[in-house]
């Protein structure tokens, strides 16, 4: 079994995705700061994954930073398995209020690269709000819940970290110290599907990715581990109901 206490459970999901983080205004925004009572001083960051944020969720009076965070939209599987909204208060956490300290900064400012400096701080913001949500184990079901589990997360990452490889149920068992029925029951209890099931979606999302960027349908069967372009054409078309020429720009 691998050490999961050295994994980096979120590095190898996050970087498959841009993020766009960019200032927007009430009512339109998914990411918002709001300050403390009586202070000038940032103390709650909100962030619906779906959707937007509204004044059911926040006075906006005490918004500080609003912002339109695009994640990969329904793409990013990550997204689907957040709460529908993550509020968390910043008051101990130093790394959190001096981010969003620079990101309040930057958007009051005309200044030269700040929509670049608010995407990357924003983009930083979100990764260490995911960073909580696993610490804090908020989520104990679906894939957040399966990179929380100590057992199930050194397999995931490998799914992540390498997609294309042959995978066999056994090998997952084994990186996670399971037996393959015991891996297999808590992987599907926990996550909300089979690992083979997991994985074929996991490509499927990366596939239907590379071939809209205009990736050769044959290249991305091969990086994905399909023995041809019609084995992952397919694939395609049992996932989404369509073949994967139809995204091509």
């Not at 926040?58 to 709460?83: C, H, M, Q, R, T």
């Not at 990357?120 to 819940?145: C, N």
Request: charged share 20%; with cysteine; aromatic share 6%.
């Amino acid at each position: 079994m691998i050490d999961s206490s050295r994994i980096d459970r979120l590095s190898a999901l996050v970087s498959r995705f841009e993020i766009d983080v960019v200032p927007e205004s009430h009512g339109m925004a998914n990411l918002v700061i709001c300050q403390r009572a009586q202070s000038t001083l940032p103390g709650r960051i909100l962030f619906a994954p779906v959707g937007v944020l509204s004044d059911n969720d926040y006075n906006p009076d005490n918004a500080v930073f609003l912002a339109k965070a695009n994640w990969g939209g329904s793409e990013n599987p990550l997204l689907i398995a957040l709460p529908d909204r993550i509020v968390v208060d910043i008051d101990d956490n130093s790394e959190l209020q001096s981010l969003s300290s620079l990101l309040i900064a930057e958007s009051g400012q005309q200044r030269c690269g700040a929509g670049s400096v608010i995407n990357r701080l924003g983009e930083v913001l979100l990764v260490l709000l995911l960073r909580v949500q696993l610490s804090v184990g908020t989520t104990d079901s679906g894939l957040l819940g399966g990179l929380a589990d100590i057992r199930l997360s050194p397999a995931i990452v490998a799914m992540h970290e390498r997609p294309g490889e042959p995978w066999r149920i056994e090998r997952l068992a084994e990186i996670s110290g399971l037996s393959t029925s015991r891996f297999a029951d808590r992987f599907t209890k926990t996550v909300g599907q089979t690992p083979m099931s997991y994985l074929r979606c996991w490509r499927m999302v990366l596939a239907h990715r590379d071939v809209q960027h205009g990736d050769r349908i044959q290249a991305v069967a091969a990086r994905y581990g399909y023995a041809s372009s019609e084995a992952l054409s397919r694939a395609f078309r049992r996932h989404f109901g369509a073949n994967p020429t139809a995204l091509r720009p």
